[in-house]
């Protein structure tokens, strides 16, 4: 009863209300057996702590071992039974968004398997509950409730840019198209709105490479926004909304395939999460998804894309797995066969594979903002020095929210790297058959 | 003295084993009925080829990533459990006891191999109790719980050491050795002891929703 009393004086200041209701309701809504036997057995022995990259950033600040995260957020609000204060939730949100990328490494490193993303997770989602969430990410979430994608792009930009990038890239691969709502398509591309937004060459990019791949694809007029940032945010209810509209177009155009653009979380989240935010009884989404990794890796190896042996790469490269693709999407031998074919001397990093560490990016960490960026930059000091350590001075990286990272650090560490995608090394490298070589009067010569 | 004696290991050791075993019955029963309510959708992963590769990983000494990075803990946590299970089950006296009222026993181990897995036990709870208040990451997550249940695995092992090596009062000791361990058998259903067979469900899970579903290896 103290307690109580003792809320109700500090909520009587200029603190919001908590809803100890609401979070009642979400604790009770996810008490199932998995996170039930988690909370009950974890032994406290420590041994994830060290899986941790926010952890081994700090100078093995106890803090941040995944055990300390979860028994602190989630672990107090069951034992609480939800009567938790607002400075409570306040510190709740700095460790869930500030000090994990549920990058899932340390359920690779517990004894019992605890998957302790998921409850950071969960506890996303009971902070989304009480209004609070990056303003990034909230920002991000207004958008996609709007318009359906995380910028607030409208359909008619996103049909007009795919236009304009297709018209501008007669000039690299003749007779280059960007279909738009082709019925009976193989592959349904779905891509990350800054590609459109900001990067339209990326889609530029693409379409050359599939054009010359001689691919049967289309893009969707809606739901062509793969990423969920609401899967982040912790709103569970959109990020079911989200996958949902991007499946529903890929059954409503008869496409035999979802694929995903390189981003690494959009992966995790048509595959593996979406089929479980979206309430899919099966697990499964309705539509197999592929990731740009795996069919950029099949061109390549089928011969359907064939790269100029003079162009590959003769600087030292390495490959970032993103946590999204390889560890939590199985494609890291995929993207280890496509560099090989991309670069003469290629230097893995360590640990690499399922086991590589997050670039610090992910979970969110881009998008929530400049205010996390200091954050971002001092725990991404574990990539940094793994990146310095192969020596390497191009990397790879699949995956938009590593691009970003990885760009930010090579100027915070000084790595002196390029950070390149696939789509752009591909495009660099590839053999443009002779018919789709731009006419020789159209080609201005210099 | 021999009335209690008589009363732990008559009414009240009958009593130690329901409530054990009943208890983990009824605490899987209950889990497996939550999980099919709540967690049904992930039964559509289930894959034994995953799950059993992700238990059995965590049963060899260093057979994962995990404990390759940390060699010393692992081989004492690796002991330690080998200890707890052998020596309560393959004791010559324990056997004598089950033969006694049941006419069946298991395999019984020469005196020599028990006393020395005993003082192994005692040795790797000392070295984790040790670990627990040395190592800042582990020493943060610990609760005086979790002090309490290592000493309280440990009294039975150290009681019935004495016991047999007639250190200290013998009926004093054997009492003790009976008392702690029918009160540990019974904590085990209840606290995260109960891993002693959860373990296996918690690592099929993560086995089969990493591995099936990914093929990522989560040893």
Known sequence: ?446 | MSGLYQFLTGPALWATFVIFLGGLAVRIAFLYGLSKERDRVFYNHMDWNWAIKSIVHWLVPWGSVSMRRQLVFSLVFFLFHVGILAVPLFLAAHNLLWDEAFGVSLWSMPDAWADALTLMVLACALFLLVRRLVRPEVRILTTPWDYTVLVGTALPFLTGFCAYHHWGPYDLMLILHVLTSEILLICIPFTKLGHMVLFFFTRAFIGFEMGARRGARTW
Not at chain 1, 357 to 372: A, K, L, R, V
């Open chain 1, 1 to 446: 009863m103290a307690a109580s009393a003792e809320r109700q004086v500090h909520d009587s200041a200029d603190t919001p209300q908590v809803d100890v209701k609401k979070i009642r309701e979400l604790l009770d809504a996810n008490d199932g057996a998995r996170i039930r036997t988690w909370l009950s057995i974890c032994a406290r022995c420590g041994l994830c702590a060290e899986s941790c990259f926010f952890y081994l950033a700090h100078d093995k600040d106890p803090k941040l071992s995944p055990a300390y995260k979860f028994k602190n957020t989630l672990g107090e609000l069951y034992k609480r039974k939800g009567r938790v204060d607002w400075d409570f939730l306040k510190r709740c949100a700095d460790i869930v968004w500030g000090e994990c990328t549920t990058c899932k490494r340390c359920s690779l490193y517990c004894p019992f398997g605890i998957d302790i993303a998921t409850m950071i997770a969960v506890t996303r989602t009971i902070l989304y509950s009480q209004g609070i969430t990056p303003e990034g990410l909230a920002r991000a979430v207004v958008n996609y409730r709007e318009t359906g994608n995380q910028m607030g792009m409208s359909s008619e930009d996103f049909i007009d840019t795919c236009e304009w990038m297709a018209e501008e890239t007669q000039d690299e691969v003749k007779g280059v198209t960007i279909p738009i709502d082709k019925k009976g398509a193989k592959y349904m591309y779905t891509v990350n709105p800054r590609e459109p937004m900001f990067y339209p060459q990326d889609l530029a990019q693409a379409a050359q490479i599939f054009t010359v791949a001689g691919e049967d694809w289309t893009m969707p007029s809606t739901g062509w926004d793969c990423t969920n940032l609401p899967m982040f945010a912790g709103d569970k209810a959109l990020a079911g909304q989200v996958v949902r509209n991007m499946y529903e177009k890929a059954v409503e155009l008869g496409v035999q395939y979802i694929l995903i653009t390189e981003c690494g979380h959009a992966f995790r989240s048509a595959l593996f999460e979406g089929p479980y935010l979206a309430g899919y009884p099966d697990g499964k989404p309705p539509v197999p998804i592929v990731h740009s990794v795996q069919l950029f890796y099949e061109y390549l190896r089928d011969g359907r894309i064939q790269i100029d042996p003079a162009k590959r790469l003769k600087e030292p490269v390495t490959y970032q797995d993103p946590c999204n693709v390889s560890r939590n999407g199985g494609l890291w031998e995929e993207g280890r066969k496509l560099v090989q074919f991309l670069a003469e001397d290629f230097r893995d990093m360590s640990p690499n594979r399922e086991y590589n560490h997050c670039c610090g990016g992910g979970g969110g960490f881009i998008p929530m903002g400049p205010e996390y960026k200091p954050k971002r930059m001092a725990s991404g000091r574990v990539k940094a020095e793994q990146i310095r350590a192969t020596g390497a001075k191009v990397v790879i990286a699949p995956c938009h929210n590593c691009f970003d990272q990885l760009s930010d650090l090579n100027k915070e560490y000084e790595l002196g790297i390029r950070v390149v995608s696939l789509k752009e090394l591909i495009c660099e490298m590839m053999i443009i058959p002779d018919k789709f070589k731009p006419d020789e009067e159209e080609a201005p010569e210099e």
